[in-house]
Structures are given as C-alpha cells and as structure tokens.
C-alpha cells in the first residue's frame, strides 16, 4: 500500500489553481516587449482582483506616500520587480478566501499568514535588506500547506488537532503520524506545482527544520517571524503555541535581542491595515 | 481594642475589615482583611453589631490584588502557549517579556 502521505500529495490537484489570469499576466510581464501597462490591461479584464491589487497597493504594506487610484499608477510606484509578487499574492489569497476550512476559521488562517508576512518584512527591514516585499511573500505562504491539510483530510485534521490541544504535541509531529506528511512538505510541493520562485517553495518547505544549514535568508526570517506572529496571537493557522527557536535560523539572520521589541512593534502597527486590504471588501 | 472603629451607618462597600470580627456567641463572623459588600453589611445589622474596625485602604488594596490575579493568570495563559519553544534562549526569553508586558498593559 502507498504511503498515505504520498497519496495527498498526488491529490494536490483536486485543489483550486492560481486563476488564469495569474498565468496571463505574468506572461505579459515576462514578455521582452511587455510593458506595465499591458499587464494593467490583462488585470482590468477582472475588476475584483484589479480592486484588490489597487488596495494592497495603497496599503500599509507599501507605504506608499500618496493614494494611488488607477491600476497602471500603481504598478509604476510599486516597481516591475514587485508587480509579480502582489498579483501573485492577491491571487492566492482570493483563491482560497471564501473556502470553508472546518476546524480553523479562513480568515483566522490568512491572519497568522498575513502578520508572519509583516513580522518577516520588519525582519528584512531592520537588517537593512532591499526587497523587504519579498521577505512578506515568503511569509504570507509559509503555511500555505497546511489549507491542502485542511480541505483534503478534514477528518484527520480535526483529530490532530483536538489531540493538540490534549496532549501538548506539536501540530507538526501530529501531522506525521496522522497524515504521513507535514504542512511543510506539502506547501513545498504545491507551490512548486504553481511554479511559484524556488525562494518561496523553500521557505514553506524548511521554516521548521532544526538542523544546521545554508538556508535563505528568507526562510530563517521567516521561521523567526512565524514564532513572533504565533506569541503575538494574531490569527492561527492550527495552532497557537509557540515553535521551538533554531539557533540555526536565528543566526543567520543576524538579529539581536535587541532587535524584537522595533520588529514586533512595527508588526503590531501594520498587521491590521494589510489584513483589510487583503480580506475586506 | 486599640483599632479604630467606625459606626455601622459609615460603612461602605470596598472598605476592609482591620481585626476579625465576632458573633455575639464568640464565632467569628468576619476574618480580618474581608472586603466590605453589601452582604457583610447586612450581616452586621443581622446581628446587631454597631461598630467595625475597617479601612478605606480597601479599594487601592483590591486594585492591587485585581493586578495580581491578572498578572497570575496571563503568566498562565503565555506559560501554556510557550510551553512547547524554548524558553531558555535568549531570544525566546525576550518575545514572552514583551508578550506579558503587553498583555498587562491591555488589561
């Protein structure tokens, strides 16, 4: 008999895809003659999710110092480099916003999501990194395995997590010894069936592991912020005890002690407005 | 009885008891440090008890002791979330400081 965490990884494409629109726009961006405005004309064939990307765009994840109010403006103030990344996270979230999830509520989900994503941007910032977005990216889809989890083995799920919370394992131990997997080997494998960067796909895949590496500054950013949201409590994605702290990861960022208090601080002042921008109406 | 005392009709609720208190028969009706209600003071007038020793100590005394108990329990609360990290890194350490001292300031 096969595995039964190999058999959910083969079900992964029982699970809504990224919208063609996706695909469309990021051809024109790839495209050597493809210009902002394009791309703009391949989104505004879908007023939502242009609405959407405008609100991202003139949130506080930006920072933008004017309102920016038509879509071609605000791919220019964003930049090429990031015009990827907004639509590719306005779309995942729209994708999966309106899905019931059973044991944990969605939107309770995608605000664990979204304040690891800020945590992991005030992380970068504090480093002095450029591409701080790109650092949110990472952590607005590091438990994106966990929605695979959820909607294919809703059963098993609801067990793993009331044993949880009687027993005082961690979720992810649980995950492998219900399921045969873990939310990180399959966000690792549904992104990289999305053909989503390597960046991201990593980051999903190792914000957990213990052992010593040479990870991406990304993913220990993001292992380091995933703790900060979960001490926080701003959402949950399951659980809401606090991950055990790599040495590892918490080297190679390069953070102080010192440093926590600014980086939740900035979380704490962010997190709200990015969360309406991306799941309110 | 060295204590002062005050009368019945000046005894409010969210005042202290100072000394134990007695029923005529010898039993203690009231323990030293009971927080005046309004069940106490009828207590006292069901048994004819005129005067009390109690403080007006009771209300920043209460807050304190209101303080305490929070702080008690949101200990609790981050202990239990905690409890699976590692609470002796430094860095671990620091986040669960900023977690109390946030969670206080909200109470």
């Known amino acids: 008999m096969q595995p039964s965490g190999e058999r959910l990884l083969e079900r992964l494409s029982e699970l809504p895809s990224l919208p063609a629109i996706y695909h469309q726009a990021r051809d024109a961006l790839e495209r050597p003659d493809g210009s902002l405005d394009a791309v703009a004309s391949v989104l505004e064939t879908d007023t939502a999710l242009s609405a959407r990307i405008l609100r991202v765009a003139n949130s506080a994840l930006y920072g933008l110092i004017a309102k920016v109010d038509s879509l071609p403006r605000a791919l220019t103030m964003i930049g090429t480099e990031e015009v990827h990344r907004i639509i590719l996270a306005t779309s995942v979230v729209s994708v999966f916003r309106d899905i019931p999830l059973g044991a944990v509520s969605m939107r309770s989900f995608w605000e664990h999501s979204i304040a690891t994503g800020v945590a992991s941007r005030a992380i970068a910032r504090r480093l002095g990194q450029t591409g701080a977005e790109r650092f949110y990216l990472a952590g607005l889809l590091h438990d994106i395995g966990r929605l695979p989890l959820y909607l294919l083995e809703p059963e098993t799920m609801g067990q793993a997590l009331q044993a949880h919370r009687e027993h005082r394992a961690d979720l992810q131990t649980l995950e492998t010894q219900m399921l045969g997997t873990t939310h990180t080997e399959v966000g690792a494998a549904l992104l990289t069936q999305w053909q989503i960067p390597a960046v991201y796909c990593e980051a999903a895949g190792r914000h957990h592991d213990l052992g010593e590496d040479d990870y991406r500054l990304e993913t220990s950013a993001t292992h380091v912020a995933d703790i900060i949201a979960n001490s926080l409590r701003i959402g949950t994605s399951g659980t809401r005890a606090v991950p055990v702290l790599s040495e590892t990861h918490w080297r190679r960022t390069g953070l102080e002690v010192d440093d926590l208090r600014p980086v939740v601080e900035l979380t704490l002042r962010t997190t709200q407005d990015v969360v309406s921008a991306f799941l309110e109406l | ?107």
């Open chain 2, 1 to 107: 009885m060295g204590l002062p005392t005050k009368k019945l009709d000046q005894i409010q609720p969210g005042m202290v008891l100072e000394a134990d208190l007695y029923d005529p028969n010898g039993l203690v009706l009231l323990r030293a440090g009971t927080l005046i209600n309004e069940r106490s003071i009828r207590a006292l007038k069901c048994w004819g008890i005129t005067e009390a020793p109690v403080s007006l100590s009771g209300a920043p005394d209460t807050a304190t002791a209101a303080r305490h108990r929070s702080h008690e329990a949101l200990s609790e609360m981050l202990d239990n979330q905690f409890a699976l990290s590692n609470r002796e890194h430094p860095a671990v350490q620091a986040l669960y400081e900023i977690c109390l001292e946030r969670a206080l300031q909200q109470h």
